[in-house]
T-cell receptor, first 111, second 116 residues
Framework: SQQGEEDPQALSIQEGENATMNCSYKTSINNLQWYRQNSGRGLVHLILIRSNEREKHSGRLRVTLDTSKKSSSLLITASRAADTASYFCATGNTGGFKTIFGAGTRLFVKA | DVKVTQSSRYLVKRTGEKVFLECVQDMDHENMFWYRQDPGLGLRLIYFSYDVKMKEKGDIPEGYSVSREKKERFSLILESASTNQTSMYLC???????????????FGEGSRLTVL
């Protein structure tokens, strides 16, 4: 069962622009995470935001969490061609072992 | 540097063959996971293990089994490979369970399996 649903499925922007990806989920969570995956490679953890946090920054990444709407957004500022990848949101559920992933957003940054 | 290593990046097997996918982590993590990834479906959990010799079914365990004889090693076994098991298989590990960081995963590079 998929918990996170990303939107849009694909995004194409010019280098230097900001990229925003959204994620919605269905059940209560401990935290929400964002991962990045380069083509044909494993996933790399980017950032984790806890259920009692509303916003978190890491370098050019900004994540927001709205638990009342069960949604999160990932903003990548001043994008670079090297940001081209798929981005996944994932939820860590209360008391559980499972991290459940959405289908991902494919980001393409044109140089 | 923390690391999760999957033994094979690419495998080609025939229908009916037994397939072993090996995963080793060097972070002393308690929890290890096997996911498969298919286009449009995201990552789906096959099995996970929270301790040596312990295993739990994930969302799609049918056709798979696992083995965890040592803390650092988690193996995925396809007893009789079928074409619908052609996929990317991702191993992951995590440290914290039940707390605020539950689920933060460290992934291997993946094993792309093709079953002919």
């Amino acid at each position: 069962s998929q918990q996170g649903e990303e939107d849009p499925q694909a995004l194409s922007i010019q280098e230097g622009e900001n990229a925003t990806m959204n994620c919605s989920y269905k059940t209560s969570i401990n935290n929400l995470q964002w991962y990045r995956q380069n083509s044909g490679r494993g996933l790399v953890h980017l950032i984790l935001i806890r259920s009692n946090e509303r916003e978190k920054h890491s370098g050019r990444l900004r994540v927001t969490l709205d638990t009342s709407k069960k949604s999160s957004s990932l903003l990548i500022t001043a994008s670079r061609a090297a940001d081209t990848a798929s981005y996944f949101c994932a939820t860590g559920n209360t008391g559980g072992f499972k991290t459940i992933f959405g289908a991902g957003t494919r980001l393409f940054v044109k140089a | 540097d923390v690391k999760v290593t999957q033994s094979s990046r690419y495998l080609v097997k025939r229908t009916g063959e037994k397939v072993f996918l090996e995963c080793v982590q060097d972070m002393d993590h308690e929890n290890m996971f096997w996911y498969r990834q298919d286009p449009g479906l995201g990552l789906r959990l096959i099995y996970f293990s929270y301790d040596v010799k312990m295993k739990e079914k994930g969302d799609i365990p049918e056709g798979y089994s696992v083995s965890r004889e040592k803390k650092e090693r988690f193996s995925l076994i396809l007893e009789s490979a079928s074409t619908n098991q052609t996929s990317m298989y991702l191993c992951a590990s995590s440290l914290d369970v039940g707390g605020p960081n539950t689920g933060e995963l460290f992934f291997g590079e993946g094993s792309r399996l093709t079953v002919l």
